[in-house]
């Protein structure tokens, strides 16, 4: 645990108010000369003489004449790196400037070559092009340079780096094909080159090149080949190649060793039943596989019931001739299965019921017949059989089988059910062009008692009869808008029909109606950041959101509502429409979205385009598959137990303290491990929109809801920056927060306006509900006394009592110890005073020394 919670708070105080002199032209000279000018040390301060060494982020040899290692991650180090400095550092093995807003390096950066083993530079502002200098760090295993700015084309030079391991150039703007000079890299192990403007086709000799490699990621971008490309990688098990213009058959792709295969959003075609034919490929150690939104015919491939470790299936939004249910009753270990558009014939088979860890079942666009009673998942969580022609009753006492489930889609089937059974919000989105089945009845007090005359008798009919009329008017509605829905779903499906729709529109949600005065939807562009050659235009969101209906609505927040959609290509977004109107221009609001698209990091949820529909500012995100964190502290509790943890030492390999994740990370486990994780990356996201932003970002309203869990489990942060899209107006209204998040300095009548040290009031809130599991406001507080969590948990920290508070499901599973400083790290956070919270930059450092062993 490094030097523990309070060692750490008295070493960080020291090094923020005092510095050291060093000798000139030495290392410790150059080190703290670097510090000098990137501003992190004041110049009045240099009278100590401790040596550089004993800082807590530096490393030196055992005669701490040399430094062999700098650790400098989200210091809020700023510009370029300077000249005679860290350049000058000889013997350095590993250098670690992450998370900082670093832009630039100097030219006697590259003099570091001879030692250097470990180069971590992502998540800055680095631009420009990769010189051919690279090819200097001849001893280079780890090379990250993710998450910045970087253009241009890779180097041929990168063939002098033939000790390299790992490479990360992911989120970055590098054009061009993957060079030759790739392939003399033998000893790589990892690539990731992800979400760049690559092209062009795979170099030949690519798949014989890399003997060791396990793990290679091209994801998002324009690369072309097939599946053959990859026949030769012998040690691979992680292939994602979603997102590119891959195209043919996939039956080279199949390989025994591969455990992952992401092959979505790409061009394959043919019938993948002819895989069984590939005798080489090993089912039984396949764990993930994605093949949606391609053109893949055919019926689905006949072995895969033998794949017992597959928790991941989607094979969605394909070709598929009509086919029978596939035979899945052996998949025990699945957890998520989507068959939407599957051409899907018949009953659902009663084996379903044999996945009992299934989480997620999507059968929807098929032609699926019969009841769903076969359907006794306990784990369930998320249904959606909308859009066949399925039968039955739907009852409450049919989803009490069902004790997880949170989300459900019944609509548009020939199911009966009960309106009564179900809330107002329920029906809106779940039972869509189905048939109540309950008859209309009077109040039952109105019976066994006497009326005093006939105007009782009067109001009772007359209520009757208008119940009886409404009942017929929404019968009558949802059958129109059944009969709507089906004729887009027709029109979806061709996907080539312009939409020249007369505006205004107009939608609804729950709770908020918004217009877009669009006079043609064909005519509105969409900009996507990523892919800006794509011409998608507000027609495009139209037709992904089934024209903004409720089927598709996720969420309605302070902004607006949240649609879910699958952009042409299979994009898969989330499209959050700001309702509340904007005193901003179209260019400013244009400029303030091109700037968010620009601020990337792998905590927070990307802004990955925009549209601007007459008054309306319409803001598109990556979908996050796993929702919030919200639901899953209070909807669905951490503590569901899931099948085999995926971080097993077979695909999971640590050099470095670089990691080479895989795809499922832990899942919903009851350990303070998995709690510990969300905090520190919501951390490091904060830390990044204060710190490594300029001017700096105030996120404004941090909360458990604005907390997003990616495909691998990975906390990502939403919703930054976009008050200021409405101007003054709006973001001075959302200034306050949320219940139970606010600080106590708004609650003044002259409160001030959000700082920094107002978000880490509401991460500090955030914290206390990891550790908790309670929810902010209206929780059960054992007391009784306290109206919310923090007073509640404050108390009991003062009393030395602050263990009673913590999460009964995770104590046990780590040292309490550990988990007790986390509660004295959210108490700082909670403090009264601003002046007295820390900053979301020592946040991350006291977090990271408190870090499960696990994780680091």
């Known amino acids: 645990m490094g030097l523990g919670f309070f060692g750490s708070i008295l070493l960080l105080a020291l090094f923020l108010r005092q510095s050291v002199s060093q000798q000139p032209n030495t290392d410790g000279f150059y080190v703290f000369d ?64 992450s998370s900082n807003r670093i832009t630039g390096l100097s030219s006697d950066f590259w003099g570091l070559g001879s030692s250097l083993k470990t180069l971590n530079l992502s998540n800055n502002h680095i631009s420009g092009s990769l010189p051919s200098n690279i090819g200097n760090f001849g001893e280079l295993q780890s090379l990250d340079l993710s998450f910045n700015y970087i253009s241009g084309e890779l180097p041929q030079s990168v063939s002098s780096l033939l000790s390299l391991q790992v490479v990360k150039l992911d989120q970055n703007e590098f054009t061009g094909s993957i060079p030759l000079g790739f392939l003399d890299c033998q000893s790589l192990v990892s690539i990731d080159l992800s979400f760049n403007l690559l092209n062009g086709s795979i170099p030949n000799g690519f798949a014989t090149a890399f003997p060791k490699l396990r793990t290679l990621n091209l994801a998002g971008n324009k690369i072309h080949g097939g599946s053959l490309d990859f026949v030769g990688l012998q040690s691979l098990t992680f292939l994602n190649i979603s ?95 989507n068959l939407s558009q599957t051409g899907l014939t018949g009953s659902i088979p009663p084996s379903i019921s044999q996945l009992a860890g299934l989480r997620v079942l999507d059968l929807s666009e098929n032609h699926l017949t019969g009841p769903i009673s076969s359907l006794g998942i306990n784990n369930l969580q998320i249904l959606d059989v909308s859009l066949n022609n399925l039968t039955g009753e739907i009852s409450s006492s049919l989803l009490q089988k069902l004790p997880q489930m949170q989300k459900f889609n019944f609509s548009y089937n020939n199911f009966t059910f009960c309106a009564s059974q179900f809330s107002p919000e329920t029906l809106k989105y779940a039972f869509i062009g189905s048939l109540n089945s309950c008859p209309v009845t009077a109040n039952p007090d109105l019976f066994g008692r006497q009326t005093p005359s006939h105007n009782g008798l ?118 959050k429409v700001l309702v509340h109107g904007s005193t901003m221009t179209d260019e400013e609001a244009a400029r303030e979205f091109e700037c968010l698209g620009r601020i990337k990091h792998s905590n927070l949820v990307p802004l990955t385009g925009y549209c601007l529909a007459g008054d309306q500012r319409i803001a598109i995100y990556d979908y996050m598959e796993n929702g919030n964190l919200q639901n899953l502290l209070h909807d669905l509790p951490l503590g569901v137990q899931t099948t085999e943890d995926w971080s097993t030492d077979t695909w999971e390999e640590d050099n470095n303290n670089n990691a080479i994740q895989n795809v499922g990370c832990e899942r919903l486990q009851t350990t303070w491990g998995f709690r510990h994780q969300i905090a520190l990356g919501t951390a490091r996201a904060l830390a990044f929109l204060h710190h490594g932003c300029s001017p700096p970002i105030i996120h404004k309203d941090v909360k458990a809801s604005s907390v997003y869990l990616d495909s691998n489990w990975e906390p990502r942060l939403s919703d930054f920056g976009l008050a200021e899209i409405f101007g003054n107006g709006l973001e001075d209204e959302m200034a306050r927060g ?57 108390g009991l920290i003062r009393k030395n009592q602050g263990s009673s508070a913590i999460d009964p499901k995770i104590v046990g599973t780590w040292p309490q110890t550990e988990i007790e400083d986390a509660l004295r790290i959210a108490y700082l956070c909670t403090a009264d005073l601003p002046s007295k919270r820390p900053s979301m930059q020592q946040i991350v450092g006291l977090l990271k020394d408190i870090q499960p062993v696990e994780h680091q």
């Open 738 to 794: 949320s219940q139970g998040y606010v600080p106590p300095e708004f609650s003044q009548p002259e409160a001030g306006f959000p700082t920094p040290k107002s978000d880490v009031y509401g991460f500090g809130v955030v914290l206390f509900e990891l550790i908790t599991g309670k929810k902010p406001v209206g929780d059960n507080y054992p007391d009784g006394q306290d109206s919310n969590l923090v007073s509640w948990v404050r």
């Open 243 to 337: 997102g590119n213009l891959f195209n043919g058959s996939v039956m080279g792709v199949f390989q025994e060793q591969l455990q992952v295969i992401d092959l979505s959003r790409n061009q394959f075609e043919g019938q993948i039943s002819q895989v069984h034919s590939n005798s080489s490929f090993d089912w039984s150690r396949l764990i993930f596989l994605d093949m949606s939104a391609n053109q893949l015919s055919g019926t689905i491939f006949p072995d895969l019931n033998e794949a017992q470790n597959l928790q991941f299936l989607n094979l969605a939004h394909n070709r598929f001739f009509e086919q029978e249910f596939p035979q899945i009753g052996n998949l025990s270990a699945l957890e998520y299965l």
């Open 34 to 97: 670097f510090f000098q000018k990137m501003g992190l040390i004041s110049s009045q301060n240099n009278n100590l003489s401790a040596s550089v060494c004993s800082w807590q982020w530096v490393f030196c040899d055992a005669l701490e004449e040399n430094v062999i290692g700098l650790v400098a991650s989200g210091f809020g180090l700023s510009g370029v790196i300077p000249e005679t400095t860290i350049g000058k550092l000889s013997k350095l093995e590993s250098l670690d400037l």
């Open 458 to 575: 009067k109001l009772a009919l007359a209520t009757s009869l208008a119940l009886v009329c409404l009942l017929a008017g929404l019968l009558c509605l949802a059958f129109g808008c059944r009969s709507k829905s089906r004729m887009w779903v027709v029109k979806q499906q061709s996907n080539k029909e312009e939409q020249s729709i007369s505006g205004p529109f107009s939608f609804q949600t729950d709770s908020t109606i918004w217009v877009a005065d669009v006079k043609v939807a064909t005519s509105v562009p969409v900009v996507m950041f990523e892919k800006p050659l794509l011409n998608f235009a507000f027609a495009d969101l139209l037709s992904a959101t089934s024209n903004f209906d409720r089927g598709t609505l996720l969420a309605v927040g302070r902004f607006g509502p949240v649609y879910r959609g699958f952009l042409p290509g299979g994009i898969h977004v989330a499209i």
